[in-house]
């Protein structure tokens, strides 16, 4: 009998690339499935209508633009998948709940009868500046991809009991980059005994959307002697004065390979996790998961969560003690508490032991792919 190759069709406006972000996550995934066939649909090329779309949203009439792709419904999608042929019956298509890749994959599910699977890392119906009508559009085009989903991956605890009831939903973290040079971390031990020298607190991620409350941290400790701060990523949502400011002081770093990222990331003293404070983006921060965090954890340094006490990363931090929470928006009590874990090592030392514990439970990279793997393989077998 021959054997027949279990096949993956990726249907995602998030495509699986080893960039930042929901794609590396993807990418870590797929990159890591050994007999399996892996097929990604490429994105469709915008249409006229859509670039003209795009353009609107920098103007006043960036309402109206956002209505109309909502109501596009991914119809873009519809020619390059239904070209797609599949060979077995053991495939599943696979989509990211983001954007307008997903409601084709659904659709393309449906029609064909494969199972769909779906990652839900953020709320996006919340992203989207649309009329009110468009977003409970949105949101029951969001909770019906859902329920008509064969199983069902989210991003947090929070996110789960926010989309309801599912017989084949499940938690996964985002997997972290696998640490590929452990020796890196031995170079750089923690300042348990060095009290004289500033406490380096290192961030990386996203600069835009939470570039304005990172920029009121800089700003808090940019002269401080005891508290080093400094932060990497690309595009801060910063003014230009500030922005070139960060750049001379040091402060902001870009995006760099990750060998290079590796080793900035192994000479931290404590890592800073950033949530909005923003009561807008209240059900965001409920619902997604920093993926930063199992990154981080991957080093064995304290976590230190900066967010409302709402947030599911101020939610994992206190359960269990694993991380030190700050729920003040005000930067000044942000850094006594790190001044006052620089001169605490018995703190240092258990928030590192915190770290090291989640990094070889629930964010170890093997774990979370071997944990993926085994529920996409009983999908397959109940189908």
Not at 53 to 72: K, P, S
Not at 129 to 145: D, I, Y
Not at 350 to 377: C, R, T
Request: hydrophobic share 40%; charged share 20%.
């Amino acid at each position: 009998m021959n054997y027949i190759q279990p096949k993956i069709i990726v249907i995602s406006s998030v495509q699986p690339k080893p960039t930042s972000a929901g794609q590396a996550l993807l990418y870590r995934h797929l990159n890591q499935l050994d007999g399996w066939d892996i097929e990604v649909i490429e994105a469709p090329k915008p249409t006229l209508m859509e670039t003209l779309l795009h353009r609107m949203q920098n103007t006043r009439f960036h309402y109206w633009a956002n209505d109309l792709e909502v109501l596009m419904a991914g119809s873009r999608w519809k020619k390059p998948v239904r070209l797609n042929k599949f060979s077995n019956s053991e495939t599943i298509i696979l989509t990211v709940a983001h954007e307008d890749g997903c409601w084709e994959a659904l659709r393309f599910s449906k029609i064909n009868r494969i199972p769909l699977v779906t990652f839900f890392n953020d709320w996006y119906p919340d992203f989207p500046s649309a009329h009110n009508k468009c977003k409970q559009l949105l949101n029951k085009r969001f909770k019906n991809l859902y329920i008509k989903s064969d199983l069902a991956f989210c991003a947090s605890e929070g996110m789960k009991q926010s989309l309801g009831n599912h017989p084949n939903s499940y938690v996964l973290y985002g997997i972290p980059a696998i640490l590929e040079n452990k020796a890196i971390v031995d170079k750089y031990p923690s300042q348990l005994n060095e009290q004289n020298r500033e406490f380096n607190v290192l961030y990386f991620g996203n600069l835009y959307d939470y570039g304005s409350i990172i920029a009121t941290f800089l700003q808090e400790i940019k002269n401080n002697p005891r508290i080093r701060g400094q932060v990497r990523g690309a595009k801060p949502n910063w003014t230009q004065d500030f922005h070139s400011e960060m750049r001379d002081r040091n402060l902001w770093l870009d995006f760099a390979p990750r060998e290079e990222l590796d080793q900035w990331l192994a000479s931290a003293d404590a890592f800073l996790v950033v949530m909005s404070f923003d009561p807008a983006l209240r059900r965001r921060m409920e619902t997604s998961f920093p993926t930063k965090i199992a990154e981080y954890a991957q080093f064995g340094k304290p976590l230190v969560i900066w967010g409302p006490d709402y947030c599911s990363a101020i939610l994992w931090g206190r359960g269990g003690d694993r991380a030190l929470c700050v729920t003040d928006q005000n930067p000044a009590v942000l850094v006594s508490a790190l001044e006052n874990l620089k001169q605490s090592p018995e703190k240092q030392e258990y928030y590192a032991q915190q770290a090291k514990i989640a990094a070889q439970a629930e964010f170890n990279p093997v774990l979370i792919q071997n944990q993926f793997l085994e529920h996409i393989s009983n999908l397959i077998i109940k189908t």
